[in-house]
């Protein structure tokens, strides 16, 4: 197996980063924000050192104006939609970067936010996790995730005031921060099915 340079867009966590970097590559995290674990991380603007020679990228780019749930807002709050399209400009960027493997993952985007079709949509009870957390990844020279072992609770389901249901529980009451962290399932399928590539 060649050792890859591998980018680890939006991710403070470091949990994708260190699943590289534990089968051997040159992996980085990079946000705005510190890593929470010790590890090769730029703190900065990813825009600064996207062309600097990776192999593969995993990108998170921030959902909050892109996603479904987001959708509701446009009208309700002013300069929401003009965020949206900065958020859109963004995931552009990444998506259209000259890195020759790229994962883009984000949850299901709204329609008015108008992105590509996704490539694949995941769950993290596919992947031995005992959550639901719908994803979809926009994939270029990468094959769908294998799905490495499926749960048979799916997570508790989380309903609604009115009756509709959403994601499971812990979602409903886990701040932003740690809803937008990658699932150690999820991440170590990712390094071991790509990172062989």
């Not at 929470?36 to 600064?48: A, I």
């Not at 780019?61 to 400009?89: D, S, W």
Request: charged share 25%; glycine share 6%; with cysteine.
């Amino acid at each position: 197996m060649a050792q890859m340079r591998v980018l680890v867009a939006c991710e403070f966590s470091g949990t994708v980063r260190d699943a590289f970097t534990k089968i051997g590559h040159d992996a980085w995290s990079c946000d705005l924000l510190p890593t929470e674990s010790k590890g090769n991380h730029y703190q900065g603007d990813v825009l600064d050192i996207l062309d600097q020679g990776w192999d593969l990228m995993i990108a998170h780019p921030p959902c909050t104006f892109l996603c479904v749930p987001g959708a509701h807002y446009l009208n309700k709050q002013p300069g929401r939609y003009e965020k949206m399209i900065a958020a859109r400009e963004f995931f552009m960027i990444l998506k259209n970067s000259n890195i020759a493997k790229i994962c883009i993952e984000n949850p299901l985007p709204n329609k008015k936010a108008m992105l590509p079709k996704y490539d694949q949509i995941i769950q993290p009870w596919q992947f031995g996790e005992e959550f639901s957390k719908r994803t979809c990844l926009w994939l270029k020279n990468l094959s769908p995730l294998k799905y490495t072992k499926v749960m048979e609770n799916k997570g508790d389901r989380y309903i609604r005031k009115d009756g509709t249901t959403s994601n499971s529980k812990w979602y409903a009451k886990a701040n932003q921060k740690e809803r937008s962290k990658t699932f150690q399932g999820i991440a170590d399928a990712m390094a071991e099915q790509w990172g062989g590539i």
